[in-house]
């Protein structure tokens, strides 16, 4: 308990001032070659231009390139990293990096300073950090908080089982709309910038949306 608590204070002492940020998931095993790995830099790139801060798990592969993408932007990048067995290095691309032991303090920071998640093709922590938050948007836990899925082929047969999930009632017809599945950066960006221009009003900027998270609104 104790050693959770210490990382909890370790991470909001150190990201307390990193702004608003959207974070981006996926696969740790994609180079700089890939095609994922050139969109997830593409959106890097673009969050920076909206004037929020890139915020990733810290490690190699999509991570790395939607940091990279942020930094050619000029833009804030962040990593939230995690000790693992098999050393994961944080990622050139980073203007701070903070690495934890707990898993779970790890998601947590992740949600809390991000009003958007982008999840591009992963593994199982991927599928884990996806489906926790859309939990937690399900459960209305965290409310009007845009997920976009990228990479329609790859979430393909995800899509058809959440579809049998509604067929049998393990989840409610609409649960399906909670997300978007796209192709197109920029789609994935309008979905984004649509649902916190609903939430937070027109005229809006990140730092406005940071106040409204400081007031728990």
């Known amino acids: 308990m104790l050693s959770i608590l210490f990382e909890f204070i370790y991470g909001f002492r150190n990201l307390h001032f990193v702004g608003s940020c959207m974070t981006v998931f996926g696969s740790a095993r994609f180079d700089e070659n890939h095609k994922y790995y050139e969109q997830a830099r593409a959106f890097g790139s673009r969050i920076a231009r909206e004037g929020f801060t890139t915020m990733t798990g810290g490690g ?13 932007a000029s833009g804030m990048s962040v990593g939230c990293n995690v000790e ?13 990096n903070i690495t934890l032991n707990h898993f779970y303090v790890r998601k947590v920071l992740l949600l809390k300073y991000s009003f958007a998640f982008i999840v591009f093709p992963g593994g199982f922590g991927t599928l884990d950090e996806l489906f926790e938050t859309l939990t937690l948007i399900q459960t209305k836990k965290i409310s009007q908080f845009p997920l976009v899925l990228m990479g329609t082929d790859y979430w393909s047969e995800l899509m058809d089982q959440i579809e049998v999930m509604k067929g049998v009632g393990t989840i409610s017809s609409g649960d399906e709309k909670l997300f978007l599945v796209t192709d197109s950066v920029e789609e994935g960006m309008r979905y984004i910038l649509n649902g916190l221009e609903e939430k937070y009003g027109k005229g809006y900027t990140p730092e406005k949306t940071r106040r409204h998270w400081w007031l728990g609104e």
Do not use: T
């Open 60 to 72: 190699p592969g999509i991570m790395e390139a939607a940091n990279r993408g942020a930094k050619d």
């Open 84 to 96: 693992l067995p098999m050393e994961q290095d944080p990622n050139p691309y980073l203007d701070l």
